[in-house]
C-alpha cells in the first residue's frame, strides 16, 4: 500500500526539498499546498546565511499535468532580512533549488518540457493537448532564453547566403561540412561581416563557399582567414555556367522551326474552291455520288440497262445522267445553285481572300468601292464557308531559351524522346548553338570526374567560339581560379549548407510579421530553423506557423498575417523529423510517452 506521502514523492521528486501540506482537485485542476522548510538561506548578494523572516507570502506554480488534469502548486516561500549590515540588499526571497526561479511561473521541470515541445513542433495548439494554457508568445519567449548550443571551431567551414527578401535583403548561413552541425546566422553578406566572424572563430582550414554577392564571401574569407583554403561549391559553378548559356538572345530565331513565321505560325495553303465555295446539301451529295458511280461503271464497259439493274435504277435516269458531262449537268430546279448580287464580284473576293484579308467588313467596304450594292449578310454567307474549311495550322509554341537551355544543361540520358528530337533539331539549324552544347558537354565531364587540370583547355576552347556569354564566364573562373580548381578537384562542396539554407527558407515563411533579424540569427535561429523538414506541419516556431504546404505555395518569404499566424495546428505531425539538435531530439522522449 503506497501512502499518499510516498505517491506525491515519486510523481514530484522536485517536492522533496519542501513540505507537501494538503493535495486536492478544485474543479479539473489538482492543487498542491506546499510551504519551504525553516532552514537558513544565503543572501544572493552577499552569500550571508539567514533564518530571519521579514514576512511570507504564496507563489502559485504551474506543472505538468498528471492523470490529464493540470497541476497547480501553491508554495509559500519567505522574505527574509539580511543579516550583512553591508550589504545593499536589505531583504530577499528564498528561491528551493530544481523548482523556483525569480519571476518564474512554472516549475523548472515544466518549462524544459514546454522548450522542448516549442522547440520540435508548433506548440501553442500541442500545448493545448498537454492540459497547458500557454500561449504562443510565452513559448516563444522560452526559446528565447534558451543558451546558444556548444560547438567546436569547425575545421570545414561551409559558407551561404539565403534571402530574408529575395533580391533585396540577405543573410549568411555558416554550418560545419564536416558534421553538418548549424553554426550561426549572420546579417548581410557583405565582405566585413563574414571576415569579422572568421577574426572573432579562428580555425577553419577548409571554407565551402558560394561565388554569389560579387565574390564578398572570396573577399570576406581572404581577409578573416587568409590561411584557409578557399573551395567554389562545383553546384554553383554549374549554375553560372547555366547563366552564362542562356545569354544567346541573338540565336533566338533559331527556335522557330524553319516554315513558321515570325509569330510560329505554319500556313498550309487552301483546298479547291469546289471544296470550298459551297457547303453541298444531302441530295447534291447523293446526284454527284450518282453521276461519279454511274461514269465508273461506263467506263468499264458497262451497258445502260445491266447499270439500271445493278443500281436498282431506272433506264431513263441512267441514260439522263450517262448524258451529263459533270454534274453540274444534273443539278437543276431548286438543287441548281441560285444567282446572287455578289456572283459577279466574287472572283475579287477570291482574290482578296487568298492575299489573306479575311475581314468581311473591310471586304464589303472595298466591294461598295467597286458598286457592290448588296448586303453584308450576302457577304458574310458567301464567305462561311470558307471559314469553317480554312486550313490555318498553328504550330506548338517553340520552345524558349531557358526550356533549350535546361536540355543542354540535362544529361542527354534524362531527355525524353521528344525533348531530343526538338534539341537535335534546334542545334542543326544553329552552329553557335552546337558548339555551346559541345562545351556544356565538356565542363560537365571536368565537374563529374573532378578533372580541374582541363579546365584550362576548356577556357581557350570557349573563348575560340562567338559566345560572349561563355566569354564572361571564363573571365570569371579565372578571377577566382585557386578556389574554382578546388572545387573541381576535391570533395568538398556546399551541399550541406544549402539543406540548411532550405530549412531556413521553409521556417522563414512559417514566420509571423513580427519575426525580424534578431530572430532568425539569434538562439531561435539557431535551434528551430535547423530543426525540421518540410514534411511537418507547423516547422517554424511554436505556435507562430502556417501549414508547410501552404508555404510551398508562396514563391517568396512573404509574411502571414497574425490570424494566419496563430492558425498552425499540429495534425499530421511525422515522428520521423529529422532533428540534429539536441534538445529537439531528447524532446521524442516526451512525444513517445503521449502516442503521437
Given at each position: 500500500m503506497v501512502s499518499c506521502d510516498e505517491l506525491v514523492g515519486v510523481l514530484f521528486p522536485y517536492l522533496s526539498s519542501v513540505l507537501v501540506e494538503r493535495v486536492s482537485l478544485a474543479g479539473e485542476t489538482v492543487h498542491i499546498r506546499a510551504r519551504t522548510r525553516d532552514h537558513s538561506v544565503s543572501c544572493p548578494d552577499c552569500a550571508t546565511a539567514s533564518r530571519r523572516v521579514h514576512s511570507t507570502y504564496e507563489r502559485r506554480l504551474a506543472d505538468g499535468p498528471v492523470g490529464g488534469q493540470p497541476v497547480l502548486i501553491r508554495l509559500t516561500v519567505r522574505r527574509l532580512y539580511c543579516e550583512n549590515a553591508q550589504c545593499p540588499r536589505r531583504t530577499f526571497v528564498e528561491q528551493v533549488d530544481g523548482l523556483t526561479v525569480r519571476y518564474g511561473r512554472r516549475t523548472l521541470v515544466w518549462c524544459r518540457g514546454l522548450e522542448a515541445v516549442a522547440v520540435a513542433l508548433a506548440g501553442a495548439r500541442f500545448a493545448v493537448v498537454l492540459h497547458s494554457l500557454v500561449s504562443r508568445t510565452t513559448l516563444l519567449r522560452l526559446l528565447m532564453a534558451l543558451p546558444d548550443p556548444a560547438w567546436t571551431p569547425p575545421r570545414v567551414l561551409g559558407v551561404d547566403d539565403f534571402a530574408t527578401r529575395r533580391g533585396q535583403h540577405y543573410g549568411t548561413v555558416l554550418i560545419n561540412c564536416e558534421t553538418g552541425q548549424p553554426l550561426d546566422l549572420l546579417p548581410g553578406r557583405d565582405v566585413e561581416t563574414l571576415a569579422s566572424w572568421l577574426r572573432e572563430h579562428p580555425g577553419p582550414e577548409i571554407i565551402c563557399r558560394d561565388r554569389a554577392g560579387g565574390y564578398a564571401y572570396a573577399d570576406g574569407a581572404r581577409t578573416g582567414a587568409p590561411q584557409a583554403v578557399q573551395v567554389a561549391d562545383p553546384f554553383h559553378l554549374w549554375q553560372n555556367l547555366a547563366t552564362a548559356v542562356e545569354r544567346w538572345r541573338r540565336h533566338n530565331a533559331c527556335l522557330n522551326p524553319p516554315d513558321a513565321d515570325e509569330n510560329g505560325i505554319v500556313h498550309i495553303s487552301f483546298a479547291d474552291e469546289q471544296d470550298t465555295t459551297k457547303e453541298m446539301s444531302p441530295i447534291e451529295a447523293a446526284i454527284r455520288e450518282r453521276h461519279r458511280v454511274v461514269h465508273a461503271l461506263l467506263d468499264q464497259g458497262h451497258g445502260i440497262r445491266e447499270i439500271a439493274r445493278e443500281l436498282h435504277m431506272g433506264g431513263n435516269t441512267v441514260?439522263?445522267?450517262?448524258?451529263?458531262?459533270?454534274?453540274?449537268?444534273?443539278?437543276?430546279?431548286?438543287?441548281?445553285?441560285?444567282?446572287?448580287?455578289?456572283?459577279?464580284?466574287k472572283p475579287y473576293v477570291d482574290k482578296r481572300w487568298a492575299e489573306g484579308c479575311t475581314n468581311a467588313v473591310r471586304l464589303h467596304t472595298e466591294l461598295k468601292e467597286l458598286g457592290y450594292q448588296g448586303t453584308y449578310r450576302i457577304l458574310s454567307h458567301y464567305l462561311r464557308p470558307r471559314r469553317r474549311r480554312r486550313i490555318r495550322t498553328v504550330a506548338p509554341a517553340p520552345p524558349g531559351v531557358r526550356q533549350v537551355t535546361t536540355w543542354m544543361m540535362r544529361h542527354p540520358d534524362r531527355l525524353r524522346d521528344d525533348e531530343r528530337l526538338q534539341l537535335g533539331e534546334i542545334l542543326a539549324r544553329c552552329p553557335e548553338l552546337t558548339a555551346a552544347d559541345q562545351l556544356v558537354r565538356a565542363f560537365a565531364q571536368i565537374l563529374t570526374i573532378r578533372s580541374g587540370q582541363h579546365l584550362k583547355d576548356w577556357i581557350t576552347a570557349a573563348r575560340a567560339e562567338d559566345l560572349p556569354g561563355l566569354h564572361t564566364f571564363a573571365h570569371g573562373l579565372e578571377k577566382d581560379w585557386d578556389a574554382v580548381i578546388q572545387g573541381l578537384t576535391t570533395h568538398w562542396n556546399s551541399g550541406p549548407v544549402e539543406g540548411r539554407v532550405n530549412h531556413i527558407i521553409l521556417w522563414n515563411q512559417n514566420c509571423q510579421a513580427c519575426c525580424g533579424l534578431p530572430w532568425r540569427t539569434s538562439r531561435?535561429?539557431?535551434?528551430?530553423?535547423?530543426?525540421?523538414?518540410?514534411?511537418?506541419?507547423?516547422?517554424?516556431?511554436?505556435?507562430?506557423?502556417?501549414?508547410?504546404?501552404?508555404?510551398?505555395?508562396?514563391?517568396?518569404?512573404?509574411?502571414?498575417?497574425?490570424?494566419?499566424?496563430?492558425?498552425?495546428?499540429?495534425?499530421?505531425?511525422?515522428?520521423?523529423?529529422?532533428?540534429?539538435?539536441?534538445l529537439a531530439s531528447s524532446s521524442w522522449a516526451l512525444l513517445e510517452s503521449l502516442g503521437v
Open positions: 441514260r439522263r445522267v450517262a448524258r451529263a458531262e459533270i454534274p453540274e449537268q444534273l443539278l437543276t430546279g431548286r438543287h441548281q445553285p441560285r444567282r446572287t448580287q455578289i456572283d459577279p464580284y531561435i535561429g539557431k535551434r528551430v530553423a535547423f530543426v525540421g523538414t518540410s514534411s511537418c506541419r507547423g516547422v517554424g516556431p511554436a505556435g507562430v506557423g502556417v501549414s508547410a504546404s501552404l508555404s510551398r505555395r508562396r514563391s517568396s518569404a512573404l509574411w502571414p498575417s497574425v490570424t494566419a499566424a496563430c492558425s498552425s495546428s499540429v495534425s499530421g505531425i511525422e515522428t520521423a523529423i529529422f532533428c540534429k539538435l539536441p
